[in-house]
Structures are given as structure tokens and as C-alpha cells.
């Protein structure tokens, strides 16, 4: 019993944490910010880019790191933040960051489910295929019109955002170059991808791919981000280069911000 009670608290917070306003204390870094009329969610969707420093003084093209939770309320100031610190110390090299302010997150960020469980936090309607195709068809060729921008791109999200990450990687993994998810929400659909995780990464690209992931002492969320890691120590392609962060000190709510610098070291260094 006490067991799905915390697994009913943690599913809550994963589907509430982005919508509220959080006492969030990060400065808003300079920013530009547009509005794109999706047709694919059918609403006008809210963008925040951050540009790299030294973006202005060159003419250089940059990669892109996409960003859900990517609303100034939400985890975009403390992302940009990071970025600007670790590229100023020459830890990482330059990039944009795109962020995808919420609207629907419950909607947006879950695939289908056949949980009857799943549909008292969730529309169980597969509204991430929507929310991918809006990336895919809009905004990225938005960004790439707007900014100088390289073909390598990827992809951060936590929770539910992580969820995102994780189910564009396994089932169409050639969206992204690299792929990075904090606690993501795997038991989702009777945590589908971590079931099938061996299947799917059979069917990989050949093609060179990045995936940093991590858990949290969250026991409903770890048990299936070290199921995912045991696949991918039997299964995973030649090609694809992995990494899985555990960390049981930290909780659902900590591990974004605790985690962030080693997984976008990690991640965005070639």
C-alpha cells in the first residue's frame, strides 16, 4: 500500500512540477523569443532561444540542444545559465538551446498507454506523436531559418520531459544526435520501453548516437532506468554511446539541477 501510494505522489509531481509556478530564483539570461502557430498541436506555441556569446562576433554555425520545459517559469533560465558557465570555463563547446515553453505537458509529453492506471494523470491519446512532429516539422526548420545552425542537434528533458527523451530515442532514435534524460518517467504504458528495450535497440540506425540518462532514489522511477541500463549493457549497437547515471542520493525533485553539468559535459563533448 505504501509502496503506490509514493508511486501515485511520484506521477503527480512528475505530471504537475512544470506547470506551476516554482520559486524558481535563477536569473533570466538574455534571451530571444518567438511564437509559432503549430498546426500539428494546434496552438500557438511560445519559443525562448539562447544564443552562445559568442554567436554575434562570428560566422560560425552551431549545434542545437531542444529543450521541453523550456518556459522562463520553467528549467530554460537554469539550462542557459549552465551553459553559458561551463562554455566560459571551456568545459563544453558552444551551443544554442531552443526551449519549448509548456501548455499541455500531461498531452504533449506521453505516448499512447494502455494503462488504465496512467489515464488519471495523463490523456492517454499518444499527444507526444503531435508534440514531435511539431518539433520536427516546425520548429526545427524555424531555428535553422532564423539561426546559423550545424545538422548536430539533441535533446534534455526530466520527469516526464525525460519520458520524451527516452521514447524519441528507442522509437525513432535517428530524430536526435544525442539524447539526455533525467529521471525519466518509464513506468508510463506498464513501463513499456524499459520492457522492450532489447527489441527496440535491435532496430537502431547505423549511425553514431548519444544517450546520458539517470535515476534518482525515486524506487518506482530507478528500478526501471537500471532495467533500461542492463539492456543496454547486452544490447546496445555498436554504434550508439551510452552512459547511466545513478544516483541514489538524490531525489525526484533534485536530480535536474544536481545532475545537469556531468550529463551536458558528457554529452555535448565529441
Not at 562570428?58 to 518556459?71: E, I, K, R
Not at 537500471?226 to 555498436?238: D, M, W, Y
Request: aromatic residues 12%; hydrophobic residues 40%; neutral net charge.
Amino acid at each position: 500500500m505504501k509502496k503506490n501510494v509514493f508511486f501515485l505522489l511520484i506521477a503527480v509531481l512528475a505530471l504537475n512540477c512544470k506547470n506551476k509556478d516554482m520559486a524558481y530564483t535563477d536569473p533570466i539570461p538574455k534571451h530571444d523569443s518567438l511564437t509559432i502557430a503549430s498546426k500539428f498541436v494546434n496552438e500557438d506555441r511560445v519559443i525562448n532561444i539562447w544564443i552562445p556569446p559568442n554567436y554575434k562576433n562570428s560566422t560560425d554555425s552551431f549545434p542545437v540542444l531542444y529543450m521541453p520545459d523550456g518556459g522562463i517559469k520553467e528549467d530554460f533560465p537554469h539550462i542557459a545559465n549552465t551553459l553559458d558557465k561551463l562554455l566560459s570555463e571551456n568545459k563544453i563547446p558552444p551551443f544554442i538551446l531552443v526551449g519549448i515553453e509548456n501548455t499541455k505537458r500531461g498531452r504533449d509529453l506521453t505516448g499512447f498507454s494502455e494503462a488504465e492506471y496512467d489515464k488519471q494523470f495523463c490523456p492517454v491519446t499518444d499527444g507526444a506523436k503531435d508534440f514531435r512532429a511539431f518539433i520536427l516539422e516546425e520548429l526545427i526548420p524555424e531555428i535553422n531559418r532564423k539561426y546559423r545552425t550545424t545538422n548536430r542537434k539533441g535533446i534534455i528533458g526530466e520527469s516526464l520531459a525525460g519520458l520524451f527523451v527516452m521514447e524519441t530515442c528507442f522509437t525513432m532514435p535517428n530524430t536526435f544526435d544525442f539524447y539526455i534524460a533525467m529521471d525519466p518517467s518509464l513506468w508510463w504504458n506498464n513501463h513499456f520501453l524499459a520492457k522492450n528495450a532489447d527489441a527496440l535497440l535491435s532496430k537502431f540506425p547505423d549511425q553514431n548516437l548519444k544517450l546520458w540518462f539517470a535515476g534518482s532514489s525515486a524506487e518506482d522511477i530507478s528500478k526501471f532506468t537500471k532495467r533500461v541500463e542492463n539492456s543496454l549493457k547486452t544490447s546496445a549497437p555498436p554504434k550508439l554511446t551510452w552512459k547511466y547515471s545513478d544516483e541514489p542520493n538524490e531525489k525526484h525533485s533534485t536530480i535536474f539541477r544536481a545532475t545537469k553539468e556531468k550529463a551536458l559535459i558528457w554529452t555535448l563533448n565529441n
